[in-house]
């Protein structure tokens, strides 16, 4: 009897580490995988709100022809790490977040080809480009703090 008990305190004693561990290896994996999707939904904002700059900057300035202005614009849009970033969101984020970060990538894009069409900063055709851009990027940046359990962002 004395042999049972020492033998079922080991099994408990083992047990219990066994599921301790593997407890304490969750937690640790959902903390990492929390970390990588933040880093990669601050890289991916990062480079739509630098390409939304740069594209701005190319439209407000002056160039002599308007394949000058696209060509101009064009590098601007590429040359802020939007595609690279863009698939790191598509690997680590959740649908819905992807869903909102693919909207919001899709809105600069339009915006991107208006300037490159020759629209201006300010003007009509520009407004409501504006308008659906901001609105993509707030429910864009609602979905990932959503994800990684902060909450969702009211500002006017």
């Known amino acids: 009897m004395?042999?049972?008990?020492?033998?079922?305190?080991a099994v408990i004693g083992i047990a219990a580490t066994v599921i301790a561990d593997r407890n304490?290896?969750?937690r640790e994996e959902n903390r990492h995988a929390?970390?990588?999707?933040?880093?990669?939904y601050t890289e991916y904002v990062t480079a739509l709100k630098a390409a939304g700059e740069d594209i701005r900057a190319?439209?407000?300035?002056?160039?002599?022809s308007g394949s000058a202005r696209e060509a101009a614009v064009r590098e601007?849009?590429?040359g802020?790490?939007?595609?690279?970033?863009?698939?790191?969101?598509?690997?680590?984020?959740?649908?819905?977040?992807?869903?909102?970060?693919?909207e919001a990538f899709h809105s600069l894009r339009r915006?991107?080809?208006?300037y490159a069409g020759g629209a201006t900063v300010g003007s009509d055709e520009d407004a409501p480009l504006i308008a659906q851009r901001r609105t993509a990027m707030?429910?864009?940046r609602n979905r990932m703090r959503e994800d990684l359990g902060v909450g969702p962002l009211e500002l006017d």
Not at 2 to 9: D, I, M, N, R, Y
Not at 95 to 102: E, L, S, T
Request: glycine share 8%.
């Open 58 to 64: 190319v439209a407000l300035g002056d160039h002599m």
């Open 111 to 114: 915006l991107r080809d208006a």
């Open 76 to 78: 601007a849009f590429r």
């Open 138 to 140: 707030a429910l864009m």
């Open 24 to 26: 304490r290896w969750r």
């Open 2 to 9: 004395p042999l049972l008990s020492t033998l079922s305190g």
């Open 80 to 102: 802020t790490g939007l595609y690279t970033a863009s698939e790191r969101l598509w690997l680590v984020g959740p649908q819905h977040v992807v869903a909102a970060g693919n």
């Open 34 to 40: 929390l970390e990588v999707r933040r880093e990669a």
